[in-house]
């Protein structure tokens, strides 16, 4: 019988037709609750078909000790950079994502995160319920600069809702698209810096590689206006969290909001846990009912054809999808 990890929380959490799917498939199912570190994920490797997996730790070690029986990494979602592709294309495993499920509830997350900062609702929430009718002033967002860092999915769901609360926009982006800029009002940045200097409040949403790991740090933080709103829905390793503390304590940055740590679930003494004017939510950006069915539905189809010998929705690398055993 064919052999499938699954590590993915929300996936296997939220109620959907991809759980009747897999049921019918007739697979062996082992569930997990990732994302697994390294070491567990070595314990696992080496019994398994496929792995339907999340942001788990799939290095090179574990895809060498996952064969000859691996074939197929399904990754629900689209964040790839906790797996080492180029070892999974030298070994003519393909690797299969999940991209255009998510954006929109991204999106609202992010801006979810901008009102709370700049309404104060943490606080103010908090001091009601203590009893306690303290009233802090705000600050509104109509008018101020978004500078939009990876105008992808993500970023462009970003822009239109952008336009809705009077935020003039600016991105930067290497791909840059003229007809949606055009038509939405998009200014370019022509370099990082350039739209790190501009805007009011900068939200991140490009890959994590080895160029934008620790993009925000001390130099970034710098060039902004004094008091510029930070929102990271993107990758944790994107800032250099010692440079966002001393940002924050110093008021350089205005706030921080973020949906993503560098370690996940993060100690209880992870620096920006009690960071002044600072949120963090557990990576739950994407974790709706709508997006994790169709992420999850997406998911499964991949897993499900690939097993098949069938070409799946979407794939990250240019391996063949190997035939049905």
């Excluded at 074939?71 to 393909?94: H, L, S």
């Excluded at 926009?169 to 501009?198: G, M, P, Q, S, T």
């Excluded at 557990?282 to 897993?303: C, F, I, K, Y």
Aim: charged fraction near 25%; glycine fraction near 8%; proline fraction near 5%.
């Amino acid at each position: 019988m064919t052999r499938v990890l699954v590590t993915t929380t929300s996936l296997q959490d939220i109620p959907g037709p991809h759980h009747d799917k897999l049921a019918a498939a007739g697979l062996e199912l082992v569930r997990e609750r990732g994302p697994l570190p390294e070491s567990k994920m070595l314990e696992l490797a080496g019994s398994f078909d496929a792995f339907l997996c999340g942001d788990d730790a799939i290095t090179r070690a574990v895809i060498e000790k996952s064969l000859p029986r691996l074939r197929i990494i399904a990754k629900y979602g689209i964040g790839v950079d906790k797996i080492d592709v180029a070892c999974a294309t030298e070994k003519n495993i393909p690797v299969l994502f999940t991209p255009g499920v998510n954006h929109t509830t991204v999106a609202e997350h992010c801006f979810g995160l901008m009102l709370c900062l700049t309404k104060h609702f943490v606080a103010e929430i908090n001091y009601t319920r203590a009893g306690q009718w303290k009233r802090l002033t705000g600050n509104e967002l109509f008018g101020k600069t978004l500078g939009i860092v990876g105008l992808g999915r993500i970023g462009k769901e970003m822009v239109i809702r952008a336009n809705a609360f009077g935020m003039p926009c600016v991105a930067y982006d290497v791909y840059w698209d003229d007809k949606f800029a055009a038509a939405h009002n998009v200014k370019r940045a022509e370099k990082l810096d350039d739209l790190i200097k501009e805007a009011d409040v900068i939200s991140l949403h490009t890959n994590l590689t080895a160029e934008t790991n620790e993009m925000i740090n001390a130099r970034t933080i710098g060039l902004m206006k004094k008091g510029t709103m930070l929102i990271n829905c993107g990758r944790g390793e994107l800032v250099k969290n010692s440079d966002v503390l001393v940002g924050l304590e110093s008021g350089q940055l205005g706030g921080y909001g973020a949906d993503v740590l560098d370690v996940e679930p993060p100690p209880a003494d992870h620096p920006l846990l009690k960071a002044k004017n600072c949120i963090i939510t557990p990576h739950v950006a994407s974790r709706t009912v709508e997006s994790v069915q169709r992420q999850a539905g997406m998911a499964v189809d991949n897993l499900l054809l690939a097993l098949r010998g069938e070409k799946p929705l979407a794939q990250v690398n240019k391996v063949p999808i190997p035939a049905p055993r």
